[in-house]
């Protein structure tokens, strides 16, 4: 096995152009090449984004303002969840954490008492990045100064390519376009040793990144590497969507409303909205998406509505032999939560960790690989308790997400909150808080909570309750509105 020093990334969308800015910013000694085709073009989806993402920027020392700038980003501090639950019920998950953690027990366990005793707001209401959100209102603090709000960002995915584009080429990345016609593997190995473009031009590398998307061009197509699919427990194959213009301020989260086959998703930016329709195709025809997402966008339609199907699940091995997928290649859970750049960037930054010091080692290869089933897994379980945790029973999609089995990983964790209100964070865990306002924004209320809230007085857990909601409208009413902070962070 040769040493690695060369490394051929084929795919230029967003997992392209993020893993090749990352590798030649870490690891500069080696060669990166990256293969695009402008025949094909990109997904040209995938515009919000999760708190991480902050980390990745930092990482390529990306300045913000630059970024908000050249991608029309606004900022996005959760997720409205509307209809799901019930219809005309919703929630937020927003990124912060709700209340405070007491003595022995989580805030949750103060909230149920509270709901005992009719003293306890929506859970949403102790949580400064809900209710900042809700209000339109965001704010960062000053530099140097601790605490802040948790966000993210909206941005427009194809912008956000070319930014990284251009700071990969600035760091030696080269450029080929072009479209993948043949791929060559060693006789005895069968690790690629040459992608071929079209009109003959030969890329040749030690260590392949496949970031071509669903098609999974060299993991798949080519390594026959295979995929467990997961659309037995989410439902939903299929999205259609269409950008349209913005009618109103931009709000600092996403919308994602559900429908009686799946949910829309409104995306705000500073110049457009982006929208989409996500379905499952035994429901919903693909006449009836369209028409239905075109009747209820805010604004003018100005993009053809672009249709994308899609399989939910992984690769079996996401890193095999002399191959590494990220992105789309990788697997695709679907868009609810936003996750898609995470795992994206969690593939990056595990192999730039177990990168070869010289020829591939499979113990790598293992753990690398280890670590992706669970990033994947545990996001998968977060998804589907929205699915399942339902009380909507006024179409056949939901009262097949319903009654559907679900991972015995989820069912466990469902039951024990249902039971005792407790819940316990499992290794390296992406969401943790989140779990909680998604399961009680869902309609799970735990039937108990921690004896150990009992000895806190009634008077004195009302006080608490509502010093905490109190102290975070205040935070809130002294910020700007999220359309005056954006327009003075572009302006500055
Ligand atoms: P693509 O964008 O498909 O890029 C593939 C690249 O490979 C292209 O450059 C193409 O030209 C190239 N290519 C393919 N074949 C060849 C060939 N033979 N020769 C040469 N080049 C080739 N993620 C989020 O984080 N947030 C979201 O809100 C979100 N929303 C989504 C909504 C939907 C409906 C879908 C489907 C996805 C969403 N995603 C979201 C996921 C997100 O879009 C992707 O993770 C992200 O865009 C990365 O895609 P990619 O680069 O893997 O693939």
Redesign the pocket.
Known sequence: MPNVNKVVI???????WMAAAAISKVLSHLAVEL???DE????G?????IPTLLFFNKLLGINERDLIRETQATFKLGINFENWQALDKSYFHGFGSTGKDFWAAGFHNFWRRGLDLGISESFSDYCLEAKAALSGRFAQPPKGAKGGLNYAYHMD?TRYGQFLRKLAEQQGVKRIE???ERVTQHPDSGDITAVTLAGGQCVAGDLFID?????G?LIEQTLKTGYDDWSHWLPCDR?V?VQSSSVTAAAPYTRAIAHDAGWRWA?PLQHRMGN?L?YSAKHLSDDEAVARLLDQIEGDAVSEPRF?R?TTGKRKQQWHKNCVAI???AG?IE?LE?????L?QQNILKLIKLFPSDEISPLDVAEFNRHADFDYEQIRDFIVLHYHLTERDDSAFWRHCQAMDVPDSLSERLELFAQTGRFFVRNNELFVDSWFQVMIGQGLVPKKYHRVVDEMPERELNGLLQSIAQGLEKQVQAMPTHERYLQYLLDS
């Not at 970031?211 to 098609?215: L, N, V």
């Not at 936003?338 to 995470?342: A, D, E, G, N, Y």
Request: proline share 2%.
């Open positions: 084929v795919g230029g969308g967003t997992a392209g293969v695009e085709s094909i073009g990109t997904v989806v995938g515009e919000a984004t995915a072009g479209k993948v970031c071509s998307g669903f098609r061009l999205a969507a995306i989409g996500v994308i899609f992105g789309l290649s695709f868009p936003s996750t898609s750049i995470h994206i």
